[in-house]
């Protein structure tokens, strides 16, 4: 039995402060996620901890630096999903 769930209950749950995401984060992830969805033809659970923990939301890519050893945005994205984030320098970067 799986319950869908609408972009703004999303956003406004993954958007809270324990899920560590921004409001533009949370939407930029849910359209990640729904598109994923549509090319693997396979229905995802909302798991709020699971994204919390797969997924991470950083200023920058400096600040990606400090957590992983990637020497550019190429290199990082030849080695996990990321997302960039529309209008900022934010981007959403997928565990590995």
């Known amino acids: ?13 993954m ?8 409001y533009d984060g ?3 992830l849910f ?15 909302f798991d709020p901890i ?4 797969e997924y991470s939301e950083y200023d920058n890519l ?4 400090n957590d992983y050893n990637v020497e550019d945005l190429e290199h990082l ?5 990321v997302i960039e984030i ?3 320098k934010k981007l959403i970067v997928q565990a590995y």
């Open 77 to 81: 994205e030849q080695n996990t999903t």
């Open 31 to 45: 359209e990640h996620l729904t598109q994923y969805e549509k090319d693997c033809d396979k229905e995802l659970e």
């Open 50 to 53: 699971a994204f919390r923990c």
């Open 15 to 22: 958007s809270k402060k324990d899920h560590g995401f921004s």
């Open 86 to 88: 529309p209008n900022s």
């Open 62 to 65: 400096e600040e990606v630096k």
């Open 26 to 28: 949370a939407k930029a």
């Open 1 to 13: 039995m799986k319950d869908t769930i609408q972009e703004h209950q999303f956003v406004n749950e």
